[in-house]
């Protein structure tokens, strides 16, 4: 009789439904000798058993000193972007260009078409490297796996 209480506490604790108590419960039985049809969960809970009795004793090292120099450093870093793009835009600037308006809607349209034509090689040179990398992440996650 207290293998089918063992095998309802089973269903419950496989649907996440047991408690602590019942989960220790489980585990006491397991450690001794069960019914054969019950011998495949016995390595389950004793491992459990096992893995909660270790202990880490291992100390770990604070590195508080390493964190401060890298924010110093991601601050230094952004300063000098800045006063780089600062000295571009100070040293770069033009007067205002002519925006490209034309007197013919011909003419007009040709320089439409010329940008048109260059922007869609532009996006198809991007969609090419899209789906090469689609191509690399499947190789990639094909390889990974098989090897585990």
Do not use: C
């Not at 054969?36 to 770990?60: C, D, I, N, W």
């Amino acid at each position: 009789m207290e293998s089918d209480k063992i095998e309802q506490l089973l269903e419950k604790y496989f649907e996440g439904e047991t408690t602590t108590a019942q989960e220790k419960q489980l585990q006491d039985y397991f450690s001794g000798d069960v019914p054969a049809h019950l011998e495949q969960y016995k390595p389950m809970f004793g491992y459990f058993s096992l893995a909660r009795e270790q202990q880490f004793e291992q100390t770990v090292p604070l590195q508080s000193g390493k964190r401060k120099r890298v924010a110093w450093l991601s601050v230094a870093a952004s300063v000098v972007v800045l006063v780089g793009v600062g000295t571009f835009a100070y040293f770069n600037q033009t007067q205002p260009q002519d925006l490209g308006t034309y007197d013919s809607p011909e003419e007009a349209f040709r320089e439409t078409q010329k940008a048109l034509a260059l922007l869609s090689s532009h996006v198809n040179t991007g969609v090419e490297s899209v789906q090469y990398m689609q191509t690399f992440e499947a190789t990639k996650d094909r390889v990974f796996i098989d090897h585990h």
